[in-house]
């Protein structure tokens, strides 16, 4: 794998640390700025919705330079929305400043699967799209802990100082290390948009949005639930959220090893056992050890994904594929945005902290339905294909020698 792949995998490990750390610290930031949980939830929600728009708009304002230029300039506006985050004085700033930061998200993620893709050989595309993806995967491993660790010790305005120092290391890994790659100039966008029409495109993103919608209903609760359900310590919530970070590197790693050979069996099982984990979650959330072991399935099933999900994108949108690519990593986050407005919901209504594992379990289903749906789909056109060139007539054979 080419050594420019570490360098989208540092700033991916940036942006997965300030996306996922804010679920550890959401009780410290409710009570710094006196609202509701559900309330502290909108700061998910909203960095979400930041990377729904964020993704094609950055991604099109990016059609007229070169990709590592439009990755560094992403990795800056980044950086400026987690300072405005750490100094924020009210409730509204911290929510802009998550928004700032969000919608470098999606435009990154995009064209760096653009990047990695491009540069390795056909057959390696998901692997390499994988090893980008590794930096968000091990952001959960060691960025998320250890910021939520220093969040509850030092206060939480000092992880995101750090969040942005990581924006700094990004920038100048990609400044470094990613070639200069022609950017899709004179790429029109009305060109970018006729991969849209593919019904394909559109259910591998409606399967991510519910997806991975799915894991973000039970993860986004998931310290309210382990301390107030499970009886854990709110210090022991940095250790669940290695365990976390450990499944989603595993299942990113096998996703992208399996995706280049048995894409859609892989989001069958990996969609269908999501499900069935989420819903007996409910159950295990009462228990310290059967919790702690549900929530790795979580995340590796969630992450086992991404991988096959992002090259379905890419490959059925070919010929145009970049703002699809970006489009679909927004739908990711339109997914968190969904689900976890409605984990909110259904804890504000009284349902309790473990309600929000039953909205993700639905939402897992939901993708498991659209994923038959598409299978279903491809094999008919592979079908008919094969009968039209079985009865195709033969070409007229030319007599040799005869002009």
Sequence with gaps: MPLALLALAIGAFGIGTTEFVIMGLLPDVAADFQVSIPTAGFLVTGYALGVVLGAPLMTVLGTRVTRKRMLMLLMGLFIVGNV??????????????????SLAHGAFFGIGSVVAADLVAPEKKAGAIAMMFTGLTVANVVGVPLGTYIGQSVGWRTTFF???GLGVLGLLGVAKLVPEQPGPGGVRIRHELAAFRNVQVLLAMAMTVLGFGGVFAAITYITPMMTEIAGYSPSSVTWLLVLFGLGMVGGNLLGGKFADRHLMPLLYVSLGALAVVLALFTLTAHDKTAAAVTIVLIGGLGFATVPPLQKRVLDQAAGAPTLASAVNIGAFNLGNALSA???????????????PNWVGAVLAA??????????????????????????????VAVAAGRH
């Excluded at 407005?341 to 309600?355: C, E, K, P, R, S």
């Excluded at 008919?384 to 009865?391: G, T």
């Design 84 to 101: 405005v985050s750490a100094l924020a004085p009210v409730f509204g700033v911290m929510l802009a400043g998550r928004v700032i930061a």
């Design 162 to 164: 750090i969040v942005a």
């Design 341 to 355: 407005w409605l984990g909110g919901m259904v804890i504000a209504a009284g349902l309790g902290y473990t309600a």
């Design 366 to 395: 939901s993708a498991l339905v659209l994923a038959l749906v598409s299978g279903a789909l491809e094999r008919r056109t592979v079908t008919r294909s094969r009968l039209v060139a079985e009865h195709a007539p033969e070409p």
